[in-house]
């Protein structure tokens, strides 16, 4: 069975609606484009915390001197853990100036009065039941900056798979409810284009708040991971008759 050449361009998208295209002349077919998707929940299996450090002091040495110390601290209270190293990333390091805003001198040259350095951290965690003790114990070790939660799927080819299913299946239920509304029939699929798959993390960007709360109760935080939405496009072209 062969797929003939098609002369007239057609661009599709995953916005695009279904449609029936009749050839010129007896060498092209009728054809019926149809756009399916699917999607699948799916119980995430790891977390990437995002913390920081800021300190502010006189000098920039002695600000990022204590920088290093706190995050000595944190990768040493998250070894309690078998966190390892390997699984803190560092996400940015910037050191900068603090000016005098109220200074009278002349605006082109401010005077500075301290020097401000942040690192951020990225931890992975893939006890999903350890995030809160992380972010417990990186905030009693110095940790002042709490991003948020980002959770995660270690394989998502099983779930993608499931998706595009769904997708295949959407769209041929879309071909038959078109063909029959037309009054053609189908007669075979051309080709089959596979669209964006996307699995859609989730990120609690509200965690801070959870945690500062946690903190003036003296409890642990609270981090509920919820589920992910892994999603596939697929586009079909289908001969018809």
Known sequence: MSIQVISSLLVVSLATVPTL????????????????????????????????VTKRAHTARTAQEQINQTVQLIISALSDLKIEEKDIRTSRVQLHPVYDSGSRQSPATPEIVAYEATYSLSIQVSDLSQVGTVIDLALEAG??????????????????????????????????????????????????????????????????????????MQADTAVLPGQLTVGAGVTLRFEVA
């Open 21 to 52: 295209l009749f050839g010129q002349g007896e060498s092209q077919e009728a054809q019926l484009v149809v756009v399916g998707h699917g999607k699948v929940l799916a119980d995430p299996d790891q977390a990437a915390v995002e913390l920081g």
């Open 143 to 216: 940790a002042n900056q709490l991003r948020g939660v980002r959770y995660e799927l270690r394989e998502e080819s099983q779930f993608r798979q499931q998706a595009l299913e769904k997708a295949v299946q959407d769209a041929s239920a879309k071909a038959e409810v078109l063909a029959n509304a037309s009054g053609v029939q189908i007669v075979r699929i051309i080709e089959i284009l596979e669209g964006v798959s996307t699995a859609r993390p989730i990120e609690q960007r509200n965690v801070r708040m959870m945690a500062m709360a946690a903190e003036s």
